[in-house]
Each structure stands twice: as C-alpha cells, then as structure tokens.
T-cell receptor, first 113, second 111 residues
Framework: GESVGLHLPTLSVQEGDNSIINCAYS??????FIWYKQESGKGPQFIID?????DKRQGQRVTVLLNKTVKHLSLQIAATQPGDSAVYFC????????????FGKGTLLTVNP | NAGVTQTPKFQVLKTGQSMTLQCAQD?????MSWYRQDPGMGLRLIHY???????DQGEVPNGYNVSRSTTEDFPLRLLSAAPSQTSVYFC??????????FGPGTRLTVT
C-alpha cells in the first residue's frame, strides 16, 4: 500500500542552527499534510500543517515546504533549541479525512547545547 | 476542557487475557480514532469512528474491537491479548475543521 516515509531517521544539530527534516509521500491523492512533534512518553503534538494547494507555510520558527512534483515534504526549524529535541513525524490524510492519518516512521532530532 | 483522556496509562497482560482501553473526549468532536505505535515506528490506524454508532476499520484492525455508543467515549477492546499487541496506544479526536487532538497514550505489554 501507499505510505509516508522519511529520508533520515536521526538528525543531530547544534543549538542555534537551523534544522531540516524531510519526508517523502507516495499517495498522490493526499491533500493535507501535518507535522507532529513527539517527546518521550507523550502523544504527538501538532506543529504545522499544509494543504496540497499550497507549497509553503510558515509558523513560529517553523516552515513547511511541499513539493508535489516529487512528492516531498520538509519541516524547517529556525534557531533550533534544546527543547526542540524530539521525534518528528509527517502525516498525510489521504482523501481528506483527518481522522484517518498515515504516519511516516519519524526522525529523531537531537539538539546539542 | 480535559481534551482527550486515556486510561490506564500502563497495563501488563498475560497472553489470552482480555481488556478494554478507555478513551474519552469532552470537546464534542464527532470523529475519534485509535492508533498503535510500535518502537521506532510511526502511528498506525486501528479503528475509527465518524460519529456515535458508526465505526470502521483502519490499517491494522485484527485483534481489536471498538464501539461508539456516545460521542464522548470510544473504548478499544482486546478480546484475547497476544504479544504482538505490545505497543503504545493513542486515541485521537478530530473536530469538523480537521484539527486532531491526541491523548497521552496507554503503554500495553503482553507477556
């Protein structure tokens, strides 16, 4: 079946650097994508989302880029802080149903002070 | 609002035992879902519900039953637990605008 996947399982950055986490998706029918942050022992926490009719969306210190041509999604975190250390997941809602999300495997981001 | 609550937080079962994982939300969301998360993996959809009295299967439904008798509650039942069901279980509710809220999770170990 179709799935969402990540290119890098781990990412280690220095505090203050920018971080980029990538995600590849294969379901061309997906019209909504979400990035989640998950800290140890907790549930996924919403970071930012983007609809398929957009190619960029910015939040506070985070930017999501969507390239539908190559089915690629990325999350950019500016001025990464130790509190950003977590596992980051991309998810898609194939067919527009947010209650049926397909998740990627996750990227572990470690921020070194 | 308490958001999405799940009980218990931790549970250990022996193979063959049954149990119910509880999930409740107080936001009047129509949609609710159950996911499982295995080590090093993303979440996978088990079952979901689009309203009271309506449930459907997700990606990995085998070994699990659900019911939705009220808008607030969406329990997940394991009829005969197996070691392969050792996982962390997350319940989520979704409002009509698409915002998803996850519960804190239940960590289940089946020996």
């Amino acid at each position: 079946g179709e799935s969402v996947g990540l290119h890098l399982p781990t990412l280690s950055v220095q505090e203050g650097d920018n971080s980029i986490i990538n995600c590849a998706y294969s379901n061309s029918a997906s019209d909504y994508f979400i990035w989640y942050k998950q800290e140890s022992g907790k549930g996924p926490q919403f970071i930012i989302d983007i609809r398929s009719n957009m190619d960029k969306r910015q939040g506070q210190r985070v930017t999501v880029l969507l390239n539908k041509t190559v089915k690629h999604l990325s999350l950019q975190i500016a001025a990464t802080q130790p509190g950003d250390s977590a596992v980051y997941f991309c998810a898609e809602n194939s067919g527009g149903s947010n209650y049926k999300l397909t998740f990627g495997k996750g990227t572990l981001l470690t921020v070194n002070p | 609002n308490a958001g999405v609550t799940q009980t218990p937080k931790f549970q250990v079962l022996k193979t063959g035992q049954s149990m119910t994982l509880q999930c409740a939300q107080d936001m009047n969301h129509e949609y609710m879902s159950w996911y499982r998360q295995d080590p090093g993996m993303g979440l996978r959809l088990i079952h979901y519900s689009v309203g009271a009295g309506i449930t459907d299967q997700g990606e990995v439904p085998n070994g699990y039953n659900v019911s939705r008798s009220t808008t607030e509650d969406f329990p997940l039942r394991l009829l005969s637990a197996a070691p392969s069901q050792t996982s962390v279980y997350f319940c989520a509710s979704t409002d009509t605008s698409g915002d998803v809220c996850f519960g804190p999770g239940t960590r289940l170990t089946v020996t």
